[in-house]
């Protein structure tokens, strides 16, 4: 709920001082500066917990540039926390950048023509070839070897200067950020969090490490994680082989990958079919190989697939890898960390099997050998008819471009549910995780499905090891024996007060450098963690744990993580697992979701695709309010269109904040600015701050269940009514240009309005920012980002027990009178000479309580005649006076 003050207004303010020309171009960057410079958006260090409100503010990847869908998501998570702010809570609004990781490896080395090898020596003051390549790619063949160390100084200096940019960009769009609270994941506190973490996870057994097979991408040469898979349509062909039985028969297997036969373990079927029950506990011999393979039954083999019956190789595929674990199979891999097949021939393989693999696929990629095996088949007769062709699926990194291998490596896991584990309590760790996601609140709550959609559906444990450079060393060493092998199994782990570290350069506990490589000595771990291990601790990191105990405890639990639907099973998900395995709870209470940004085809925007717009220009061309009202007139984790027609929408209604608050406020010329609701007199008056009231509470209670853009449909309608009618309807008796106006008329009038402007900036600023806080410097102090929140009590008791539905009534009536001069197509400072108005019963009596700012605001000079009972408002008789 707000928690917004009652403290009313004061009553009387100095005259307004308004521009003579108001003007949106130029307001982002005044303002910008007068909030750094007054402090607007700094957090309360001295708060209490209980009234504060912190965010875990998504950490962009800092490696190009900003695209739209972050000014969707970003702007809509701003208005959360200015509203926040404006109930009296201090918010804790940090900014991170992500740093580390792939898409900055690819950028450096594209940017600076280079590529790592950690075997080179470093190079002091290295000039790298290149210095930007106007967006062109540079060949790998191209690219200058230079060592680990140089290149990650390259990838921080690149990461820093986008960085730059980034909060440039922010800036303009008016994040509330308090921009001292900034860190970067590859920064030394969040090394520090990342390792410190992993270590803890080790010691209570909840990291492992295993040799075992895993997906594998043979582009970026790294392992890739559950929650990195992408699923794509995959061109190939069915190729059906004959395996042969000692009787002289065949069995015949159908295949997409016959690349794979030299590392054929088993056939399996299902233990219910009966063409292969026969077969069960005997053994086939492959084709072109002839090796000895038995032929095993499995519950979720399919019967009615293919032939029925499936080779299992290691590996094809993950089904491969479940069977080989369920039924205890042979381990024959034959495919390389480079995609190719492994160029010593396999030592199960003799004959002229041997010869076979020698000659024609030793080295290659597995497009090739697969072509080589089927001509080798068909020239056999064991390739039976021409290949299919088919559309399969298969697994991709969601960076790659090529399917995804299954290659046996040694790599570190965190447990995450995946496979059977029981947690502190007694109680496995996946139920304990799925409790988890029920504490959360989901905003909109249907997203908590695809959270536990995710947690049900994992089979593997968090592979949190890469194969890569710039990231988070795994804090490890391992000891060599006496003939120099690695003793993975016993990890020499740092004392947590010397983190961060890196072991490929700092020496391990208990051992000189010199002992480095060396038989009896150590080696150091050569891979990095996941940027998915340290992204999921950004909660404590920006909280300050380890570093900053005060903070923590004013911050952390966090109130709200926003992020985007489509990383619920990476940011989300793995921020829960580390913080029930550290804290034994959740990092945050509440989760806001957001849609992605769809193109003109109903795309998803995204870099990799080509269709992004960068925002800058968008921002310059339709100012920073207008595209903030179109990320804010959006819903939380609905896929929203890409439109400028919104964006433009949203620039008028800005450039009528600023030009109506004008207008309302300086009705009095040099007269004080009256803000005293007991000057409100008239019905009208006294309707429209009942009305306004209304929306104040529907506002209100819209934000607390962070809903932005019901409050801003309410507020923005009512703001669009009150001018169109209720301003126009009362701007004569505000003016008093005759001065006849009965007393108490035009102070009742003016109150009013400036109550209305008043409050209206207040509900629009977080939206808004700019052009409200523009109107607030013409006739208050600070700004209004630092004000309260409005309530409707004053409204309420100013208003009385005036009927809110008076102005809609006046407005009808209005709009009627108006419409007859549009139709003859004259001014609307065209005099009536009379008029008559017929209006439904349930008007009238509205419609004559303001009968005479109806006679000013529509120039009717002689009578004006209310007639009630008709089924619309509309005018029944006429006359104009004629034209000067």
């Known amino acids: 709920m707000s928690t917004a003050s009652a403290t009313p207004p004061p009553a009387r303010l100095p005259a307004p001082v308004a521009p003579d020309k108001v003007r949106t171009d130029g307001l982002e960057e005044r303002h910008d500066a007068r909030w750094s410079e007054l402090g607007t958006y700094h957090f309360d260090r001295t708060a209490e917990r209980a009234n504060v409100f ?29 509203y926040q702010r404006m109930t009296g809570r201090s918010v804790f609004y940090p900014m991170g950048w992500d740093d580390n990781g792939l898409p900055t490896e690819r950028r450096v080395q594209n940017y600076y023509g280079v590529r790592c090898d950690p075997s080179l020596p470093y190079v002091e003051d290295f000039v790298p070839p290149h210095e930007g390549t106007d967006g062109k790619s540079i060949k790998a063949a191209d690219q200058v070897p230079v060592s680990r160390k140089n290149f990650v ?17 922010f800036r303009r769009l008016g994040l509330s950020v308090d921009w001292r609270q900034t860190y970067q994941t590859i920064g030394a506190d969040a090394q520090r969090a990342s390792q410190t973490a ?73 233990p219910d079919d009966e063409r292969y029950r026969f077969l069960f506990g005997r053994t086939v011999r492959t084709p072109l190989f002839d090796v000895e393979v038995p032929v095993l039954a499995h519950p979720t083999a399919e019967a009615d697939k293919g032939t029925g019956i499936a080779m299992v190789c290691t590996f094809g595929d993950l089904t491969d890898v479940i069977w080989w674990r369920e039924l205890d199979l042979a381990t024959r891999a034959v495919v390389g960390r480079d995609g190719r097949l492994l160029r010593a021939t396999p030592e199960w393989l003799s004959g002229s099997g041997a010869e076979l693999y020698a000659e024609q696929l030793a080295g290659k990629t597995t497009f090739s050998a697969r072509e080589a095996v089927a001509t080798a088949a068909k020239e056999s007769g064991e390739l039976l008819g021409d290949p299919t062709p088919t559309q399969r699926k298969a697994n991709f990194y969601e960076r790659g471009d090529k399917p995804l291998e299954i290659v046996t490596s040694r790599q570190w896991y965190i447990r995450n549910g995946g496979r059977a584990h029981e947690d502190t309590n007694g109680v496995d760790l996946r139920t304990n995780l799925l409790d988890r996601g029920r504490e959360l609140s989901f905003h909109p709550g249907f997203m908590h499905s695809r959270y536990e959609n995710w947690v049900d559906g994992l089979n593997s444990d968090w592979l949190v090891s890469r194969q890569r450079f710039f990231g988070v060393p795994i804090p490890l060493w391992y000891p060599l024996d006496d003939h120099g092998d690695v003793r993975h199994e016993s990890p020499i782990v740092p004392d947590e007060a010397s983190l961060p570290v890196d072991p490929t350069s700092d020496t391990a506990p208990g051992y000189e450098e010199s002992q480095r490589g060396v038989p009896g000595g150590f080696v150091g771990e050569p891979d990095i963690l996941d940027t998915w291990a340290t992204s999921s601790l950004t909660p404590q990191i920006a909280a300050g744990w380890l570093r900053d105990q005060d903070l923590f405890e004013r911050v952390y639990p966090m109130d709200l993580r926003p992020q985007g639907h489509d990383i619920i099973r990476t940011w989300l998900f793995s921020s829960v697992v580390r913080a029930h395995l550290e804290f034994g709870g959740l990092p945050w209470t509440d989760a806001a979701i957001s849609g992605w940004i769809l193109d003109p085809d109903r795309k998803k925007m995204s870099k990799s695709k080509g269709n992004v717009v960068t925002p800058m220009g968008l921002l310059e061309e339709h100012g920073s309010d207008a595209v903030r009202y179109w990320a804010t007139s959006a819903k939380l984790g609905v896929d929203t269109a890409f439109e400028v027609s919104q964006m433009k929408i949203g620039r008028r209604l800005a450039i009528k904040v600023l030009n109506a608050s004008k207008f ?79 007393p108490g008329a ?139």
């Not at 007991?678 to 009305?691: F, K, N, R």
């Not at 409050?711 to 126009?728: G, I, N, P, R, V």
């Open 198 to 270: 992993f270590l803890r996870n080790l010691a209570r057994g909840e990291a492992y490490q295993s040799e075992a097979p895993g997906l594998w991408d043979v582009t970026f040469q790294t392992a890739v994680a559950q929650a990195e898979l992408e699923a794509r349509d995959y061109p190939g062909h069915y190729h059906k082989l004959a395996f042969h039985t000692d009787e002289g028969a065949d069995v015949v297997i159908e295949t997409t990958r016959p690349e794979l036969l030299p590392a054929c373990v088993a056939l399996v079927a299902h």
């Open 746 to 884: 035009k102070e009742s009038a003016r109150a009013a309005l400036a109550l209305a402007v008043d409050t209206y900036v207040r509900l629009l600023a977080p939206f808004l920012p700019f052009a409200t806080d523009e109107v607030w410097t013409w006739y208050r102090d600070g700004s209004v980002h630092g004000a309260d929140w409005p309530t409707g009590d004053a409204l309420r008791a100013a208003a009385g027990d005036a009927d809110a539905g008076l102005v809609a009534a006046a407005g009808r009536a209005l709009a009627a009178l108006r419409k007859v001069k549009s139709e003859a197509k004259v001014s609307q400072k065209v005099p009536f000479a009379a008029v008559t108005l017929a209006v439904p019963t349930a008007d009238a009596d509205f419609v004559r309580s303001v009968a005479g700012d109806l006679r000013d605001a529509a120039k009717v000079r002689g009578e004006l005649t209310i007639t009630d009972g008709a089924d619309t408002t509309a005018v029944t008789d006429h006359s104009l006076e004629p034209a000067a």
């Open 54 to 82: 912190s965010i875990d503010t998504p950490p962009p990847t800092a490696s190009g540039s900003l695209h739209v869908g972050h000014v969707f998501s970003y702007t809509q998570t701003d208005v959360l926390a200015r």
């Open 664 to 742: 309302a406020l300086t009705m009095g010329g040099d007269a004080d600015l009256e803000l005293d609701p007991a000057l409100v007199t008239h019905d009208v008056d006294q309707a429209m701050l009942a009305g306004l009231a209304d929306v104040v509470a529907a506002a209100t209670t819209a934000l607390d269940a962070y809903d932005y853009a019901k409050a801003l449909e309410h507020t923005e309608s009512s703001f669009w009514t009150f001018c169109d009618d209720y301003l126009e309807l009362v701007k004569e008796r505000a003016y008093d240009r005759e001065g006849t106006a009965e």
């Open 153 to 169: 100084e390259l990838c921080l200096r690149l990461a820093s200067q986008d960085e730059e940019a980034f909060e440039q960009v």
